[in-house]
């Protein structure tokens, strides 16, 4: 079946500091999305992305989808405390098609 | 307006006993779906729906049972608890496209 891989699995940074996370996949996803999660709730989406090489902003942070459309980036530019948490990417390879969700990364900002 | 609620919000059982995890939505969403995640796992989808009456399965179904009657429900059926069902469930809605999906709260459940 399709996987992702999503690296890093875990990030210690302190706060102000950039962040920069990524996911592939063997298969073409036509949508990407990126989800957070906080400590005891569920996902929330962040970006969705429809379009290879779109590049998306929402506030702080940016994703893109990779060009190949077997990738794609998550950045946070200046992180503050309450950017912690999981981070999730997910795709999806058509309109009908089911998520796949990669395996997170967990995010720590010290303050 | 409550999004998607899940209900009970953690849940311990014992082997061998059977529950239904409650799903509801109020967002009158075509897409309901029901995924487990466990720890470096991220989330896994157990079954979907993507309308009253129509259901299938995801990437880990077995132990789990699902129906959709109404637009707003989607519970999930736990037939005879294992401990490997241990996890957190959440489910989630969408409306057309699954891109967008809400997720509820959560479940924690815990089967010894």
């Known amino acids: 079946g399709q996987q992702l891989n999503q690296s890093p699995q875990s990030m210690f940074i302190q706060e102000g500091e950039d962040v920069s996370m990524n996911c592939t996949s063997s298969s073409i996803f036509n949508t990407w999305l990126w989800y957070k999660q906080d400590p005891g709730e569920g996902p929330v989406l962040l970006i969705a992305?429809?379009?290879?090489?779109e590049l998306t902003s929402n506030g702080r942070l940016t994703a893109q989808f990779g060009i190949t459309r077997k990738d794609s980036f998550l950045n946070i530019s200046a992180s503050i405390p309450s950017d912690v948490g999981i981070y999730f990417c997910?795709?999806?390879?058509?309109?009908?098609?089911?998520?796949?969700f990669g395996k997170g990364t967990k995010l720590t900002v010290n303050p | 307006n409550a999004g998607v609620t899940q209900t009970p919000k953690f849940q311990v059982l014992k082997t061998g006993q059977s529950m239904t995890l409650q799903c509801a939505q109020d967002?009158?969403?075509?897409?309901m779906s029901w995924y487990r995640q466990d720890p470096g796992m991220g989330l896994r989808l157990i079954h979907y729906?993507?309308?009253?009456?129509?259901?299938d399965q995801g990437e880990v179904p077995n132990g789990y049972n699902v129906s959709r009657s109404t637009t707003e429900d989607f519970p999930l059926r736990l037939l005879s608890a294992a401990p490997s069902q241990t996890s957190v469930y959440f489910c989630?809605?969408?409306?057309?496209?699954?891109?967008?999906?809400?997720f509820g709260q959560g479940t924690r459940l815990t089967v010894v």
């Open positions: 989630a809605s969408a409306q057309g496209s699954i891109t967008e999906a809400f």
């Open positions: 729906s993507v309308g009253a009456g129509i259901t």
């Open positions: 997910a795709g999806q390879l058509g309109v009908a098609e089911k998520l796949v």
């Open positions: 967002m009158n969403h075509e897409y």
């Open positions: 992305l429809y379009k290879a090489g």
